[in-house]
C-alpha cells in the first residue's frame, strides 16, 4: 500500500461523500479507492468511514484523522512548490468553474497569454451558471458574480461588473421604446428572464436615480439559466436585457443593442473567485488567480467604496 495514495483517497471520499466520485475526481477505479481506504483503515486499526449503500459517512476517528491528512498533504505540497524549479514553473491540473458569457467573450480569448507564462499548468474549465459544489466536484476555484451566500467559502473580489439596460432594434421597433423603467410591467413590453441559480426564481434588478429605487422584473415570455442564452435571446428581440458592459459593449456599437433609461443606474454586481476553506492554495492556483485578477482589472475594474 502506498500510503499517500491511500491518504489521498481518504481524504476525497470525505470530501466527496461518496467513494464514486472520489474515485472519477482521482482518475482511478472505485474498486482501487476502496482498496486502499480499508488497507489505512487495516494499518491504523481503526474504522474511518461508515458505508451504508446510500452515503458514506465519517466516523469520529476518521474526521480527526481527515484534519491531520489535510495538513499532512498540504504541507508535501508545499514541500515540492517551495522548490525554485517549481515556483518558476508551477504544473499540474486546475479544475475551474466559470460563468458561459466569462469564458467565451474574456478568459478563454487570453489564455494563450496564461499558457505562455505557465505551459505546464493544464486547466480543466467548467463552463455554467450553475451552483457547484466546489468539494463534491472537486473543483479547485470557481468565478460568480453576485454577493456570496456560502459563508464557509475563501473568496477574493477581482472585479465589479457595470450593468445597463438593452433592447435589440428588432423589439424596440415593435414594442416601442420604454422611457420609463415601470414600463416594463406593463402589457406592451417583455423582459427575458434570468434565473437565479440559487433560487431557481427570475432575477429583478434595481434601478435608481436620483434618490428615486425602482425594482423591476418585468413581464417575460421566455426565461432562461445560462448567460449566452439569455445574450442570444435578447438579440433575437425576445425582450429586454440587463447586461455587463463586457457583454453588451461590442453590440451596442455594432447598433445591434440599444441601451434604455438614460439617467438611471443598476448597482455594480461584485465579482468573485472562490475556492475550498480547507483546499491547499497551490502555486498552480496562486499564479492563476493573480493573472484572473489582472484579467478583470481590464474589463471589469472594482469600484473603490462610495
Not at 491504523?44 to 491528512?69: C, F, H, I, P, S
Not at 456570496?148 to 421604446?177: H, K
Not at 453590440?251 to 476553506?277: N, S
Not at 496562486?286 to 482589472?297: G, T
Request: glycine content about 6%; proline content about 6%; overall charge neutral.
Amino acid at each position: 500500500m502506498d500510503r499517500f495514495d491511500a491518504m489521498q483517497a481518504f481524504a476525497r471520499v470525505v470530501e466527496a461523500g461518496s467513494f464514486t466520485k472520489a474515485a472519477e475526481t482521482l482518475h482511478m477505479s472505485k474498486t482501487s479507492v476502496t482498496q486502499l481506504v480499508q488497507q489505512l483503515e487495516a494499518r491504523l486499526r481503526v474504522r474511518l468511514l461508515n458505508r451504508t449503500t446510500r452515503k458514506v459517512q465519517v466516523t469520529a476517528d476518521g474526521a480527526a484523522y481527515y484534519e491531520r491528512v489535510v495538513r499532512l498533504l498540504a504541507e508535501m505540497d508545499d514541500a515540492e512548490t517551495s522548490l525554485s524549479s517549481a515556483l518558476e514553473s508551477p504544473r499540474g491540473r486546475l479544475r475551474v468553474d466559470v460563468p458561459s458569457p466569462l469564458a467565451r467573450m474574456i478568459l478563454i480569448p487570453a489564455l494563450p497569454t496564461f499558457h505562455a507564462h505557465y505551459p505546464d499548468i493544464q486547466i480543466d474549465l467548467g463552463v455554467s451558471d450553475r451552483l457547484v459544489d466546489l468539494i463534491g466536484d472537486n473543483v479547485d476555484c470557481v468565478i460568480r458574480g453576485g454577493e456570496l451566500t456560502n459563508q464557509s467559502l475563501m473568496a477574493r473580489r477581482v472585479g465589479d461588473l457595470q450593468l445597463r439596460v438593452c433592447a435589440a432594434p428588432s423589439y424596440l421597433e415593435r414594442a416601442g421604446t420604454p422611457v420609463h423603467p415601470r414600463e416594463l410591467e406593463g402589457a406592451q413590453h417583455r423582459t427575458v428572464g434570468f434565473l437565479s441559480p440559487r433560487t431557481g426564481k427570475v432575477l429583478s434588478y434595481p434601478l435608481r436615480r436620483e434618490g428615486e429605487s425602482i425594482e423591476v422584473q418585468g413581464r417575460h415570455v421566455l426565461t432562461v439559466d445560462d448567460g449566452n442564452a439569455y445574450l442570444a435571446a435578447g438579440l433575437a428581440g425576445l425582450g429586454v436585457l440587463w447586461l455587463p458592459d463586457y457583454m453588451s459593449k461590442a453590440y451596442l456599437a455594432r447598433g445591434e443593442l440599444v441601451a434604455l433609461f438614460e439617467g438611471w443606474h443598476l448597482d455594480p454586481m461584485p465579482m468573485y473567485l472562490a475556492f475550498p476553506p480547507n483546499r491547499h492554495v497551490s502555486t498552480k492556483l496562486r499564479v492563476f488567480i493573480d493573472w484572473v485578477v489582472q484579467l478583470m482589472a481590464q474589463h471589469a475594474p472594482m469600484r473603490p467604496p462610495s
